[in-house]
């Protein structure tokens, strides 16, 4: 069993970033990819980036450009760094490692 903590969300305004954090209680050096995925209020979940062990990464058109993900798995720490935020860019953001879900963190952007 893994647990997933994410962290880093917060109200910033439009145009400005944030960095989001999600620590395993365990290696995620197993889990070939990772990933953070958004749901926005009344929309279902849905993918914003993956990165696989060996550093390939995998973002959401919407996302493109704006967002980075990376992993650090001497930390067992997937990041999501956000920049340009956009007032559609509000949701929680949920990291997931295979089946593992973490509770999600609150981000949201004012336009």
């Known amino acids: 069993q893994v647990q997933l903590v994410e962290s880093g969300g917060g109200l910033v305004q439009a145009g400005g970033s944030l960095r989001l954090s999600c620590v395993a209680s365990?290696?995620?050096?197993?889990?070939?990819?990772m990933g953070w995925h958004r749901q926005a209020p009344g929309k279902q979940r849905e993918l914003v980036a993956t990165?696989?062990?060996?550093?390939?990464?995998n973002y959401a058109d919407s996302v493109k450009g704006r967002f980075t993900i990376s992993r650090d798995n001497a930390k067992n720490t997937v990041y999501l760094q956000m920049d340009s935020l956009k007032p559609e860019d509000t949701a929680v953001y949920y990291c997931?490692?295979?089946?593992?879900w973490g509770r999600g963190t609150q981000v949201t952007v004012s336009s």
């Open positions: 365990g290696s995620i050096s197993s889990f070939n990819v």
């Open positions: 997931k490692a295979f089946s593992f």
């Open positions: 990165i696989t062990r060996g550093g390939s990464t």
